[in-house]
C-alpha cells in the first residue's frame, strides 16, 4: 500500500516537474523569439537611419 502511494505520489510529482520543465521551455522559446524581433527591430532600425542618411547625402552632397 505504501509503495503504491510511493509510486503515485512518484508519478504526481514526476507530471508536475515535466509541466514546470514545458512551461519554463515554452517561456524561454517566447522569450527567445521577443529577443529575436527586438534584434531584427533595431536592425530595421538601423537600416532606415543609414537610408534616411544616404538620401539626405543625396540631396545635399
Known sequence: YI???LL???A???KSAYEVWMM???YE???MV???YEEWWMMK???EASSTMK???AVNP
Open 3 to 5: 509503495i503504491r502511494c
Open 8 to 10: 503515485l505520489f512518484g
Open 55 to 57: 538620401l539626405e547625402f
Open 45 to 47: 532600425s538601423e537600416c
Open 24 to 26: 519554463k521551455w515554452e
Open 12 to 14: 504526481e510529482y514526476v
Open 29 to 31: 522559446e517566447w522569450w
Open 34 to 36: 521577443k529577443w529575436e
